[in-house]
């Protein structure tokens, strides 16, 4: 009786977890309903050369709405998608979607996006070998050169000599391939010479200080100039200031996202902004 007491007092701790728990396992059927159901959204960010302030495409980013919970973050929902067996399914619904709307914004009067659009591409896509022929049909009628498939450091250094293969395949069939997240996946630089990227994305941790942390204005510099050595080109993430972003300009970096450019936007008000003449 008294253990049973003790039990129940220990109890709020076993309860967050049980909760929490419950929550991932209501989470994952509601997510499982919303990818068969479309419910799932893609929204768009621009990407800008840091130079001339251009528009040279835009990043997807999915996102989802619950009827409960309301947004969920893909932080959240991304992991969870990959742990419980359904990022295939969001995957293809990611690259179908960002198909159709590439196609729809060409039917516009202002036509099309230029340059090209990141698609985000996870680990478990990444691991198929035959990826490189399924994005081609989910993405029927656009051209590879309007595509540019986003992976980041860490997944290609799980089996770093599959993703060579891979990225060369990528590469031959037209796609632009960049590294996500640089900076943080301790890749070898041997390797990162072979995975033939067209570009390196420095990762947010290292521009959100870059201005008052000499370690981290250090690490951005290192990034580009390895970039240009490698024949690469840079894309900064998570520009939020005109200091952030002229600093970069002046490292050499090529191009930037970030909230200072444009936050993602739904694909009408994404086109109403970026895409008129
Ligand atoms: P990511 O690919 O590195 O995407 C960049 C993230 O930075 C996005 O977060 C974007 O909203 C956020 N961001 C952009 N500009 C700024 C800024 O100025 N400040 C700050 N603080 N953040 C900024 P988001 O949309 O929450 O996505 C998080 C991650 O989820 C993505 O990181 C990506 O790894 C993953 N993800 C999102 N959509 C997809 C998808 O369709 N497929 C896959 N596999 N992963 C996705
Ligand atoms: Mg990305
Ligand atoms: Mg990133
Ligand atoms: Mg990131």
């Known amino acids: 009786h008294h253990a049973k007491r003790r039990e129940k007092s220990i109890c ?21 309903a919303a990818i068969s159901g479309h419910q799932l959204a893609l929204y768009f960010q621009p990407q800008v050369d840091l130079a001339s302030g251009r528009l040279t495409g835009a990043e997807a980013l999915c996102r989802w709405y619950d009827a409960e919970w309301g947004w969920v973050s893909p932080g959240e929902f991304i992991p969870l998608a990959e742990e419980r067996g359904l990022i295939r399914a969001l ?19 202002e036509g099309g996006l230029p340059g090209r659009l990141s698609i985000n591409i996870s680990a478990q896509q990444f691991a198929d070998p035959e990826l490189t022929r399924h994005i ?63 570009a390196l994305k420095i990762d947010i941790s290292f521009v959100r200080e870059m201005l008052e942390n000499k370690n981290d204005r250090a690490i951005v510099q290192t990034i580009i100039a390895m970039a240009k050595a490698l024949e690469m080109k840079t894309v900064a993430e998570g520009v939020e200031t005109r200091d952030q972003a002229n600093l970069l300009a002046e490292m050499g970096c090529n191009e930037a996202q970030g909230y200072w450019f444009g936050r993602p936007l739904p694909a009408d008000e994404f086109a109403a902004q970026w895409l008129t003449t």
Do not use: C
């Not at 709020?12 to 499982?32: I, K, S, V």
């Not at 995957?91 to 914004?105: I, N, T």
């Open 136 to 198: 081609a049909q989910l993405t029927a009628g656009v051209s590879p050169s309007a595509i540019a498939l986003e992976l980041t450091e860490s997944d290609f250094m799980r089996d770093p000599d599959q993703a060579v293969e891979i990225t060369h395949t990528m590469r031959q069939a037209g796609y632009a391939l960049s590294i996500d997240d640089f900076g943080t996946g301790y890749s070898s630089l041997s390797y990162l010479r072979r995975f033939a990227a067209d």
């Open 91 to 109: 995957g293809d619904w990611v690259l179908e979607e960002s198909a159709r709307q590439l196609l729809a914004w060409r039917e516009k009067p």
């Open 12 to 32: 709020p701790y076993t309860q967050t977890m049980r909760h929490a728990l419950h929550r991932r396992q209501r989470m994952t059927e509601r997510l499982n």
